[in-house]
């Protein structure tokens, strides 16, 4: 799967699009996410997390590059990236922000090429 | 993160306390937690949480002796017991949904001590003005 850069960042931003599944089968989007490998964590907008009707499962904290923390909500859902599903990701629900984030978490499971110069992202999972 | 002479002074104040004791300890410190500005939860919500804080506060009191069955595994914790434990987070999360739907269960790896804490290092994005 190849998407394009977002460009209304700048400088632009790799993303892709990608469906938030619950194990009992409902689900949103396809939904925009940017990719962060600076991020531990997935981070998603509380809005899609209450679309599902998802509960948080426990609770932890969030570190900023500063140092900053702050108490934050985990969450369990199944991530859609392109044609690899997968299942039982934790996520961050994020109250303030209405940016999707894939962070390290799920990164770590895809093959990436980020082709800057040409402002494209592929996807694939082996 | 704390430094290491503050932490061996916590932990030999700890040392002399009983489990109970040490559970007091963990709700008044997660009581004492400044609300962060911006999250607005409903009294629905906010019972939910407060329902797994003191979940977790108690499996983290909780000695190494009682976590070892469980070693490399994930536990369900509810009213202070563990209601089930799997390998699989995400098969024990559809069970406990199954069973507990509307209930406040703790899914949490069972080794763990304290609340997970993670990083983004990315500084906030802006978008271009229009």
Redesign the interface.
């Given at each position: 799967m190849t998407a394009p850069y977002d460009q209304t960042y700048s400088p632009p931003l790799p993303a892709v699009e990608v469906m938030l599944r619950l194990p009992e089968g409902d689900r949103v989007g396809p939904l925009h996410a940017i990719i962060d490998t600076g991020a531990d964590a997935t981070i998603v907008p509380i809005s899609a997390l209450t679309r599902l009707s998802l509960r948080p499962f426990q609770s932890g904290f969030l570190r900023s590059a500063w140092g900053e923390r702050r108490s934050i909500d985990l969450y369990l859902l199944d991530i859609q990236v392109a044609d690899l599903t997968l299942p039982g990701v934790e996520v961050i629900g994020d109250e303030v922000g209405d940016e999707l984030i894939l962070g390290r978490n799920v990164l770590n499971k895809l093959i990436l090429l980020l082709d800057g110069p040409a402002l494209i992202t592929t996807v694939s999972s082996h | 993160m704390l430094e290491e002479t503050t932490l061996t002074t916590i932990r030999n104040l700890v040392a002399r306390l009983t489990p109970a004791e040490r559970l007091e300890l963990i709700r008044t410190i997660v009581d004492s937690?400044p609300i962060?500005s911006?999250?607005?939860h409903t009294p629905t919500e906010d019972v939910?949480?407060t329902q797994?804080?003191d979940e977790?506060a108690y499996w983290y009191a909780r000695s190494a002796a009682e976590r070892v069955p469980y070693a490399g595994q994930y536990v369900a914790v509810f009213k202070h017991t563990v209601v089930d434990h799997d390998l699989?987070?995400?098969a024990l999360?559809?069970r406990v949904?199954q069973c507990w739907p509307d209930s406040?269960?703790?899914?949490?790896e069972a080794t763990t001590q304290q609340?997970?804490?993670?990083?983004?290092?990315?500084?906030l994005?802006?978008?271009?003005k229009p």
């Open positions: - | 937690a962060q911006g999250q607005t939910w949480r797994l804080a977790a699989d987070r995400r999360y559809v949904r406040p269960v703790l899914l949490i609340p997970p804490e993670f990083t983004v290092l990315s500084p994005r802006e978008r271009v």
